[in-house]
């Protein structure tokens, strides 16, 4: 196969599988991929519940040169966003029910689908305060997305310090705030990036938590441990 081009390699490696009884398999990326631009949609997240009108959408674009990105709602009311230091935004309306923004810049582009309602049930997708003001925490335009660090330095700016404990959870250790919470806007409490029971699993999975969860009888992880940090074993509060 040292001769086979790249057009020739995906044919035949669907006619392998067919001949091996329908086999799936792995999804492959050829060299040079990566390299071309890539678009996200980091606010607001697939599946969010919002109330119906004007939304803020922030989304980033790396590589290949983009400075321009076209961004829509259901293929309607096409905004152009400047890329500024890697990050982009544009104000677009929704309307009841179902939408799908996207973010365009040639052929690269990215989707999220929401739902907008007249009064979400539960506050819906929150976005952080403060968060159309960009350069309060990336810097000025045309410094990129990096944030001073330690990144729980710059949260201190607002929010009270969380690490008086003597013990400290392991990402507010880090000074990671954003391993846990999401700087742009959530769904969730204390704008979480999940829903905490999730949250928590998504590292604590091991065969002693299954345990101890069932133990608990459905209790709030955090009604019993402290996020941030404690003075007691295990974070008890």
Known sequence: ?????HDRVL?????????????LLPAISFSGESSGPRLSILAPREGA?????????????????????????D???????????GGFSAHVPLGSGRNVIRARAGNTAAT??????????????VYHGGVEKCAECHGPPGKGFAVPAP??????????RQDKGKLAHGPMGNGDCTACHDPHGSAHKALTTASEETLCVACHDQKSSEVHFRKSRGKACT?????????KPFLQR
Do not use: F
């Open 1 to 5: 196969m040292a001769n086979v081009t």
């Open 75 to 85: 293929g309607k009311g096409k905004q152009v966003a400047a890329v500024r230091g």
């Open 112 to 125: 999220v689908t929401v739902s907008a309602v007249d009064k979400p049930s539960g506050g819906g997708y």
């Open 223 to 231: 009604s019993c441990h402290d996020p941030h940090s404690s003075d």
């Open 151 to 160: 990144r729980d330095a710059l949260c201190y700016r607002c929010h009270g």
């Open 11 to 23: 044919p035949l490696l669907l006619a392998l599988a067919t001949a091996a009884g329908g086999i």
């Open 49 to 73: 519940v919002l109330r119906k009108g004007r939304v803020l959408v922030i989304g980033k674009a790396a590589g290949g040169g983009i400075s321009n990105v076209e961004v829509d709602v």
